[in-house]
């Protein structure tokens, strides 16, 4: 029993992420478990490790690029001003994303026909284990940018990313969305990784994350994106669709057709992944076997896992990385380099850590508020319909205390037309939608209510009154000041009587012609500005002075007729 504890802590740590590397007796257990000449591998692994680029805060739902640490892999004077070649892979969680990487790296090490190692040889590189727990946050980076040269002589760079897994229980739609998008966005090759077949969720997940992508992308170019490659883990129709290369492709290919009897909304699907992909492809592949998939202990060793799995796995790695098959990362049809893409990187990030994009949704969110604003939407029809039916272009002048009755009796309408319609998310979330239904009406009232004004008469006069009153008083003024002999205060009302005439010629100049709006309305508001705070207090201070009373003539005492006296006598 201690012996096996022994042999699970030296596994767990020959695959965790160490900042500073194996340790030496880890290092000679692996070299007596190679017998095959793996150890000098292993020991060349042990010295790179993963890096974090992208790092997830979970409290915060939000990520932030180190900046640092790409900038050590990037701006390696051996790779900086190389062309680039990115692999990502990317998909749900827990579905061997790092495990599959880890033969990646065993490739670019070896990179020779026996890359796939020895049977006794553990897999390390990028942190993995079985289990039902998420592994992988964010997204790490091999800390070791290949070079490679080309058949054609050009040296390149390749790095190899892993991506968090999607859907898991911690992570929301839009971490889903702005992982994978940044992962295809950055990638020349981006591997989807799917388990057991190409479902119609999967192909509207990969709609939902590309289209966020691209919006993120200052410049839509024809096909946005470069290489996908769809692997299916597990697949278990190799009698319908066989293993590899070719099958995948006439799978693939019946899976993504475009058909005239399809519903709209299936076609959109696949008419939008092919506008955005410039090569697509998929690979079958095989079950591991039940050793991966039920032995805790299993630490990557190939004698564990079965031969058609190996046949298939020497076939996909060289697919994707072998020097002939390399695609170098390319934006608007330029190949960058790997100092052009750490520009790139820090831009996108600062594109998703702002408030410029909208925010992904889950389908039944995005359901609900389609429903609950498809109500708003016809709540606010009724009454504007009812309020054109009171106040409209063609209805005449109704007082604002009317007015303001029929808006309450409308507006409990609309609502109870809002909340009688059936509606998706609950009675809190449908809360939210009336409350911005009655601020919706609020200003619509607002609106009606300024229209009404307009068919006022004496309100639309208010400012020609007022500017005729200002020319009134300041004639009055420079008359009495100009009789006393103060000249200058004369002077200064003749001005202002100046300035008030021109305003009025100027705003039935506007009034006529329409040109000048904002002249007009400069005009107004003054005027109305004189009229509250000048003309309406002294005609209140002159009406609580003088009682209306006071200005009615008294009835005059009838006298007696001479008749009326004679009857008496």
């Known amino acids: ?26 290092r000679m257990r692996r070299e007596e478990d190679d017998d ?35 900038e050590r892999l990037l701006l390696h004077e051996e790779v900086q001003d190389l062309q680039v070649v990115v692999v990502s892979v990317a998909g749900a969680f827990r579905k061997g994303k790092s495990f599959l990487l880890d033969f990646m790296l065993r490739f670019m090490y070896k990179q020779s026909d026996s890359w796939v190692g020895g049977e006794e040889e553990p897999l390390t590189g990028f942190t993995w284990r079985g289990g039902c727990e998420r592994e992988t946050t964010g997204i790490l980076a091999w800390s070791k940018v290949f070079v490679v040269e080309k058949p054609d002589g050009c040296k390149v760079a390749v790095l190899l990313m892993d991506t968090q897994g999607a859907f898991d229980s911690q992570s929301t739609i839009k971490d889903c969305a702005t992982l994978f998008a940044l992962s295809t966005m950055t990638s020349s090759v981006q591997v989807y990784n799917l388990s ?13 994350f590309t289209e966020y ?44 057709q475009v058909k005239q009897n399809q ?35 299993f630490d990557g060793r190939l004698r564990d896992i079965d031969e058609e799995f190996k046949k298939e796995l020497v076939n996909l790695v060289p697919t994707l990385l072998s020097p002939e098959n390399l695609v170098e990362k390319e934006i608007g049809g330029v190949k960058i380099t790997c100092r052009e893409l750490l520009h790139y990187f820090k831009a996108y990030m600062k594109i998703y850590q702002g408030e410029e ?28 319909k009812s309020m054109e039916q009171v106040c409209g272009g063609d209805k005449p002048y109704i007082s604002p205390a009317e007015l303001e009755r029929r808006h309450a009796e409308l507006l409990q309408a609309s609502v109870r037309h809002f909340r009688s319609v059936k509606k998706m998310g609950g009675e809190d979330f449908c809360r939210r939608y009336q409350d911005q239904l009655e601020a919706e009406l609020d200003v619509a009232f607002a609106n009606f209510g300024k229209h009404n004004d307009g068919k006022n008469i004496f309100f639309a006069a208010r400012t020609p009154a007022t500017l005729f009153a200002v020319m009134f008083a300041m004639y009055v003024a420079s008359m009495v000041t100009g009789f006393v002999g103060i000249g200058s205060v004369a002077a200064v009302c003749n001005l202002v009587m100046g300035v008030a005439l021109t305003a009025l010629c100027v705003w039935a100049y506007v009034k006529y012609s329409g040109e000048f709006r904002e002249v007009g309305g400069a005009i107004d508001r003054v005027a109305e500005t004189l009229w509250e705070q000048v003309f309406s207090k002294l005609f209140d201070v002159a009406r609580s002075r003088v009682p209306l009373g006071s200005l009615i003539p008294a ?8 008749n009326n006296v004679k009857k008496k006598n």
């Open 357 to 384: 994009l909208p925010h992904p949704k889950s389908m039944l969110q995005a359901t609900a508020e389609a429903n609950n604003l498809a109500a708003v939407a016809g709540a606010k029809d009724l009454y504007n």
């Open 196 to 208: 057991q077949n190409v479902q119609e969720d999967d192909l509207q997940h990969l709609q939902l």
């Open 1 to 26: 029993m201690a012996t096996e504890e022994n042999r699970l802590k030296q596994r767990n740590h020959k695959n965790s992420i160490s900042r500073e590397g194996e340790s030496h007796t880890s």
């Open 213 to 256: 992508g691209r919006l993120a992308m200052e410049e839509v170019y024809e096909k946005p994106f470069q290489s996908l490659m769809f692997l299916i883990r597990d697949w278990s129709y190799p009698y319908e669709h066989p293993y590899g290369l070719e099958g995948g492709l006439s799978f693939l290919e019946k899976r993504l």
């Open 36 to 70: 095959d000449g793996g150890g000098d591998l292993l020991e060349e692994v042990g010295a790179a490790r993963p890096v974090q680029i992208v790092v997830a805060d979970e409290e915060e739902h939000s990520f932030s690029l180190q900046e640092e640490a790409l």
């Open 263 to 297: 519903h709209e909304e299936l076609q959109n699907v696949r008419k939008h992944i092919h506008s955005c992909f410039s090569n697509i492809g998929c690979f079958l592949l095989p079950h591991p076997g039940l050793r991966v998939a039920t032995n805790p202990h």
């Open 555 to 562: 009835p005059r005492p009838r006298l007696a007729s001479n």
